[in-house]
Every structure is written in structure tokens, then in C-alpha cells.
């Protein structure tokens, strides 16, 4: 019971970035882009965390690691595409937050996906899964106002 209080308590420790600079974007406006920047690295860096999780999992459940590689290079394609779409289309968006946008919908449904991921296939404790649902809905709302700050701040 003790080592799920850590699990839980470490997990909920690692959210507390996303919803501080969800929220510190808003409040503090002038440092936009640095927050953004911020925000985009660290759920990068989560991203890239649950990514040699589930390759882990995968391997010690005998299944194909292949979803956890794939995975893993998602968000960088996507983000490359739709940054490729940024310069072929004029945005809606004020040009300072141009490239921004991308890696934060990408990551989006990372996370999104991810989970789906953890649920269908992996076939997780039922614990897990519900903590891991709590996260990652935190997550995506976080995420959702920072592309809701990107498109009303202009």
C-alpha cells in the first residue's frame, strides 16, 4: 500500500508543473513565450518518460514494443506537419506564437492516445488506469488553455 501512496503522491508531483504554468500564462502574460516554451519541453520530457514506461511494460508483458516506438516519435511528426502547415497557410493566431502551436496539439494527443495505449492494449491494473485517466485528463486541460491563451491573446 505504501509504494501506490509514492506512486500516486510522485504522480500527482509531476502534474504540478503543467497546471503552474497553465495557470502563471495567464496571470503573467508578458513572459509568453518562455512559458510556452517551458511547457512544451517539460511535456516533452514526460512524454519521453511514459514512452520508455510502456516500452518496459510491453517487453515484461511479451508484447510488440513497436506501439512504444512509434509512440515515442509521434509527437515529433505531427508537430513537424502541422508546423509545415503554419508556414503553407497564414494563421489565425498572432505570428509570435507561429511554431508553437503544433508541438502543443501534437502533445495533446500523445497523451491522448497514450492512454488509450496504457487501457486497450497494455491491459494495466484497474488502479493504474484510473489514476493514469485523472493525469492525463489534468493534462489535456492544461494543454487546452495553452492553445486557448495562443488564440486570445493576440
Known sequence: MILQDQQKLLSFLGLFPFIALAA???INPVWDIFILLIFIFYSLFIHIFLCGSWWGIARQKNKSVLPSILFFFFPLILAFVLCL???SFSPSYSETYKFI???LIALLLAFELG???EKKI????????????KLTFSVRICHLLMIG???TNQ
Not at 123 to 129: A, G, P, R, T, W
Request: glycine share 4%.
Open 149 to 151: 491563451f495562443i488564440f
Open 115 to 117: 492512454h488509450i495505449y
Open 101 to 103: 502551436l503544433g508541438p
Open 85 to 87: 502547415m503554419e508556414v
Open 24 to 26: 502563471l500564462i495567464w
Open 122 to 133: 497494455l491491459n494495466l491494473e484497474e488502479d493504474y488506469i484510473e489514476l493514469r485517466f
